[in-house]
DNA sequence: AGGCTTTTCCTACTTTAGTATGAGAACTTT
DNA sequence: AAAGTTCTCATACTAAAGTAGGAAAAGCCT
C-alpha cells in the first residue's frame, strides 16, 4: 500500500506544481496554454492507466473465495486445485492467457509486465503442473478445471 | 487492432478541440487556466481508464465457449467445419494430437510419421485455422467443434 | 493416361519456448 | 522490524516450433 500512497501524493503534488506553473506562465504569457494542457492530459492518461492496471490486479485477487452459493454448475473454477496446486494469483494469470492462445510476448504486453517474467511464470507452471510444454499445461489445466 | 487506432484518432481529435477551446477562453480571459487544465485532467484520466479497460476485455473474450444447449449433443465434431476449413484427413489427425499437447516429435512417432512431416501439416493448420501458433489453433479448433 | 490432391520428407533458417540462476522490490505475516 | 512469499526482470543458453521452398510417391477422377 505504501508506494500507492506515495504514489498519489507526488501526483497531487505534481498536479499543486502544474497549476502553480499554470499560473506563473499565465501572467508572464510566454507559454503556450496548448503545452500546460498536452502535459496535464498526459499526466493524467498515465495516471488512469496506472490506476486501472492496479484496480484490476487487486480485483482478481479477491475474487476467488466469493462463490459460496454456486452448486458446481458445468463450468466453474475449482479454486480448491489451484490450491493444492501450489499456483500462486499471478501464475493463474499467466495460465488463463496461455490458454486463450498467446504468446510470452503477448501475455506480456497484456499484463504489463516483460517477457522475461512471463517466461519465468510460464516455467514455475510447467513445473508445478508437471507438464512439459505450455500445450499440455493448457490440457492438463482444462480437465483439473484450473482455466474453463 | 483497428479499434486502438480509432481510439487515439478520437483522443487526437479531443485534444485539438481542448486545444480551440483552450484559445478561445484564453482570448477571452473568463475562464481560470485551473479549471480548463482540471477538464483536461479529469477527461484523460477517465481515456486512460477506459482505454486500459477495453484493452483488457478484447484480449479475455475469446474465451466463451457457450455450452452448446440441448440439440446438439453436447460434445461432437463438426465435420462440416472442418470441410469448410478445408482441413485434410491426415491435419486433422495432427491437429487432435496437437490439442493432447504433444510435441511434433510426439505427434510423429504416435502417427509413424517424421517429424519434418508434422511440421509440414502444422504449418498448414495453423494457416486454414489463421492462427499463429499451436495453442492459438487448439483454442481455436475447440471453439470450432473441431476437437473435443 | 494425365491432372489434381494428399501425403510424405528434406534442407536451411528464423523465431518462440523453456531452463537455469541470480537478484532486487513489494507484500504479508509474525 | 525481521522473515518468508510473491512478483518482477535479466542474462545466457538449449530446445522446440514454425517458415520457405522443393520434391517425390500414391490415390482419385473422368
Given at each position: 500500500m505504501?508506494?500507492i500512497?506515495?504514489?498519489f501524493g507526488?501526483?497531487?503534488?505534481c ?7 499554470g ?5 508572464k504569457?510566454d507559454?503556450?496554454?496548448e503545452v500546460?494542457v498536452a502535459?496535464?492530459a ?6 488512469g ?10 480485483i482478481s485477487q479477491?475474487?476467488?473465495p466469493?462463490?459460496a ?10 479454486y480448491?486445485?489451484?490450491k493444492k ?5 499471478r501464475?493463474h494469470d499467466?495460465l488463463v492467457?496461455m490458454?486463450?492462445g498467446?504468446?510470452n510476448?503477448e501475455?506480456g ?5 516483460s517477457e ?5 511464470h510460464v ?6 503442473l508437471?507438464a512439459k510444454?505450455r500445450t499440455?499445461?493448457?490440457q ?7 482455466v474453463?
Amino acid at each position: 500500500m505504501r508506494p500507492i500512497i506515495i504514489g498519489f501524493g507526488l501526483l497531487i503534488l505534481c498536479l499543486l506544481l502544474l497549476f502553480r506553473i499554470g499560473e506563473v506562465n499565465f501572467i508572464k504569457g510566454d507559454v503556450k496554454l496548448e503545452v500546460i494542457v498536452a502535459i496535464a492530459a498526459l499526466i493524467f492518461f498515465l495516471v488512469g492507466l496506472f490506476f486501472n492496471y492496479h484496480s484490476q490486479k487487486k480485483i482478481s485477487q479477491v475474487q476467488p473465495p466469493s462463490p459460496a452459493i454456486a452448486d458446481t454448475p458445468t463450468s466453474v473454477i475449482d479454486y480448491e486445485q489451484i490450491k493444492k496446486l501450489g499456483l500462486t494469483q499471478r501464475e493463474h494469470d499467466v495460465l488463463v492467457k496461455m490458454a486463450e492462445g498467446l504468446s510470452n510476448q503477448e501475455i506480456g504486453t497484456a499484463l504489463f509486465l516483460s517477457e522475461s517474467t512471463i517466461k519465468t511464470h510460464v516455467s514455475n507452471i510447467l513445473f508445478k503442473l508437471d507438464a512439459k510444454r505450455r500445450t499440455q499445461a493448457v490440457q492438463i489445466a482444462k480437465q483439473l478445471k484450473i482455466v474453463l
